[in-house]
């Protein structure tokens, strides 16, 4: 989950068949049944058949084994098959692709007003606060009865909508709304699956709601993030007090839970939601989810690009999360160019807490404890690591001897589980207190929890330093007091140092994240189904929860577009994401460079994109960079995709230039130079982008260049002048790297930008330069 940042549990992600590679399947002795998702090319359907289904269950396999077959994004089924019976269906003519079945994670208010919303004026205003736009939530479902969820004095539901509210346990079709217009859910993927470390093969309905009611509390969390209404007062048992909305407080909601708690979320029930969303009329999707195993997989064998492809190329915009496995370098996730790609950072707001040692000293951190406070009293401080048992110092279940810390605060180390179940193992042994201590790859970033016990978590320099001090002293001693909620933090935002990090490791020549967007300490509505910290033993009930993750940054994207999308319908999903690109900002409150929280130096494109979304100025970007989908199709036969692997994605025959184009010039609002770091000398790289002036219509744009260091940066032509009949424009960057003079830094690159200015707009896109070692 994103707010507990587990160790991801390893996947062996089988492809089976690639029609342009092979067409055999190594038949294992093992016939357990498993998941497959197939491709088909549905040219090869007989008339005869009145449905793919007819035709599949015909032609291919027996009805009972198929899951969900796939029609709107994906041609194709998923069925429950042995190896043998997969290897007997992969020899039919009409097979493109197979793949097993994946699962995956989700990556888990003051924060629209941080985005750059207000009520008197801009975005909100003129997009009626994202009135009759659609956002589908692709998670863990919702729990209907929050206010956040109210359909007061909301419009009829809009009347393209086509979707259904699916009854199940504990939800009916009374529990949607003028405002959440639909529920669904998809199990069959999940309840199909052998298991996973005691997951899967069926639901477990001593925990979980078998309907898109929510029994996990993200999916409440993300949707009421992205759409929740607003005018009443909120906060998380005192925290974050204030008045909740999110950001596009009018737009509706279409759930689809596809993930399930515990068990995570599996492609074939990914694919199917995207499927059924583009059928039932969203606009926008939120999908805070992604593969977890630190691998990306090619965009063929990949289900959340193949059917985002689908709903991009219906004119979906579809908002994914980065990924929490910063701050290593190459960490991002969701990286297709027509998927929007968010990271995290903070906002000016922050719940202090902190440590008072027995030597008087007085260390920060931060915590969400709202029980009985320890009223100043001093306690002895115990490491339990200092035996050098990893499992005691990480404060795993039954690690900890009741002898050795009953009535002390003892100091536990981030890592491998949950930082609040190291609370309730303390809790259990008889502590009276937590200090949770990062280490060095957490680093200086922290977020709260509402632990079950007095609690500070503390950066890895303030760690070692209450360590030294509990192994130096002959009677350590000390006591935590809480902050409470403290507003105007200065600097934010800074980069999460859980935010996942560039390059793109499938394709360097296109920057992502996108962009970054609130993700830490953020309030919203929450689940009855379970308590604050989600364990078990937590009995307390919230209405709203304060969780951090990229999970949390996606839909505020999401809400971001839908709002964009109703103030002007006529924009593209790239023209949307373009718009909020080129209008991020890259200086924090303090008029600096964002930081980095994970070092505490100025962060980089590879951390945060573009910049930290500013709808303030989003919404009159000037110019945008659009995108069709023979652009997309054009860019996949640049990076060598044949024709019957891109039909895998698109799902329609296409066919490849004679011209074979170059991946660096799909028309980004980005500019990435990746170089050989076997080239001598000098080289160069010349990308073409074209903008769409959807401003003033006469118009004169300037280019602003801050070359990166030791990179020369030519622009032609200099000037682009707009009129009512000439909206769009094309220029000419030339990048040349001498390597003599190229110095590549510890981020593995250099960075500049190229803006146009008109006198109103700044119009800014990155420029990344890095070398990469050849093939």
């Not at 599949?56 to 089924?77: C, M, Q, R």
């Not at 859910?185 to 929510?214: C, L, M, Q, V, Y």
């Not at 992205?226 to 009018?250: D, L, N, Q």
């Not at 029980?371 to 306690?379: A, C, Q, R």
Request: glycine content about 10%; hydrophobic content about 40%.
């Amino acid at each position: 989950m994103a707010t507990s940042f587990p160790p991801p549990i390893l996947l062996f992600f089988v492809v089976l068949v690639i029609t342009t590679v092979s067409k055999s399947v190594a038949v294992s002795p093992d016939q357990t049944p498993k998941t497959y998702i197939f491709r088909i090319d549905s040219s090869f359907k007989p008339t005869i058949f009145p449905t793919h289904y007819h035709w599949y269950t015909s032609e291919f396999t027996p009805s009972p084994t198929i899951l969900h077959v796939y029609d709107k994004v994906f041609h194709g089924f998923s069925a429950s098959l042995t190896p043998s019976q997969a290897a007997s269906v992969l020899k039919h003519p009409s097979i493109l692709a197979a793949f097993e079945d994946r699962r995956r994670h989700l990556h888990t208010t003051r924060s629209p007003q941080f985005l750059g919303l207000s009520n008197q004026r801009g975005l909100w205003s003129e997009s009626d606060y994202g009135s009759d736009v659609i956002i589908g939530v692709f998670d863990t479902g919702i729990w209907p009865e929050r206010r956040s969820f109210s359909d007061l004095n909301l419009g009829p539901v809009p009347a393209r909508w086509k979707g259904v509210c699916q009854a199940g346990v504990r939800f009916t079709t009374k529990n949607c709304n003028r405002k959440i217009v639909g529920a669904r859910f998809f199990s069959k993927g999940h309840e199909a699956s052998p298991g996973f470390g005691g997951f899967g093969g069926g639901i477990n309905e001593t925990i979980e709601f078998k309907s898109p009611r929510d029994a996990d509390g993200h999916g409440t969390h993300t949707a009421s993030t992205a759409a929740g209404r607003h005018a009443f007062e909120a906060s998380m048992e005192g925290y974050a007090a204030g008045i909740a909305k999110g950001v596009a407080p009018k737009a509706r909601l279409a759930v689809y839970k596809v993930c399930w708690k515990s068990a995570g979320c599996f492609d074939s029930d990914i694919l199917a939601a995207f499927d059924a969303a583009v059928t039932d009329g969203v606009d926008v999707i939120s999908i805070s989810i992604g593969g977890g195993d630190g691998v990306s997989s090619p965009y063929y064998l990949d289900p959340i690009a193949i059917g985002s492809y689908g709903a991009v190329a219906r004119g979906v915009f579809v908002s994914s999360s980065a990924g929490n496995d910063g701050p290593n370098g190459m960490s991002v996730t969701n990286l297709a160019p027509w998927l929007t790609t968010v990271g995290a950072g903070t906002i000016d707001r922050n719940f202090p807490a902190y440590i008072i040692l027995g030597d008087g000293r007085k260390l920060s951190g931060v915590s969400l404890y709202a029980g009985l406070p320890l009223d100043g009293k001093m306690y002895s401080v115990v490491y339990p690591g200092k035996s050098g048992v990893l499992a005691t110092s990480l404060c795993m279940e039954n690690s900890l001897e009741p002898s050795a810390v009953e009535g002390k605060i003892v100091i536990c180390d981030r890592g491998s589980n949950p930082r609040v179940a190291k609370g309730l193992v303390v809790k259990k042994a008889g502590g009276v207190g937590m200090i949770l201590a990062n280490g060095a790859s957490n680093g200086e970033g922290l977020v709260g929890d509402a632990h079950l016990l007095p609690t500070c978590a503390v950066g890895a320099s303030e760690g070692d330093a209450i360590k030294a001090y509990a192994a130096s002293h002959p009677n350590p001693t000390a006591t935590i007091n809480f902050g409470g909620t403290v507003v105007g933090i200065k600097p934010a935002p800074v980069v999460a140092s859980f935010s996942a990090r560039g390059p793109n490791g499938l394709n360097p020549e296109i920057l992502k994240p996108d962009m970054i967007a609130p993700g830490v300490n953020i309030l919203a509505a929450w689940t009855d189904a379970v308590g604050p910290t989600g364990l078990d033993l937590d009995t307390r009930k919230t209405e709203f929860n304060i969780l951090s993750g990229t999970s949390m940054a996606c839909p505020h994207v999401s809400g971001a577009a839908a709002l964009l999308k109703s103030a002007h319908p006529d924009w593209s999903p790239a023209a949307i994401r373009s718009a909020m690109m080129t209008t991020a900002t890259t200086i924090d409150n303090n008029f600096h460079p964002m930081i980095d929280e994970a070092t505490g130096k100025p962060s980089t494109p590879y951390d945060y994109g573009a910049g930290h979304v500013n709808l303030g100025l989003a919404m009159d970007p000037g110019l945008v960079y659009d995108l069709t989908n023979s652009d997309y199709v054009n860019f996949l036969c640049a990076i060598e995709y044949g024709p019957k692997t891109i039909q895998v994605i698109t799902r329609s025959p296409v066919n490849c230039p004679a011209r074979k184009p170059l991946p660096e010039n799909l028309n980004y609002p980005s500019i990435a130079a990746p170089f050989s770091s076997a080239s001598t000398g000098v080289s160069s790289k010349t990308f073409f982008r074209t903008v769409t002036n959807v401003g003033e219509a006469n118009a004169v744009y300037s280019v602003k260049v801050e070359a990166p260091k030791g990179v020369g940066v030519a622009v032609k032509p200099s000037k682009l002048v707009f009129t009512e009949k000439v909206r769009k424009l094309s220029y000419f960057v030339t990048v040349t790297a001498d390597s003599k003079n190229l110095v590549i830094g510890d981020s593995g690159a250099v960075f500049g930008s190229l803006s146009w200015v008109d006198g109103k707009h700044v119009v800014r896109s990155p420029i990344v330069v890095t070398q990469i070692d050849p093939l």
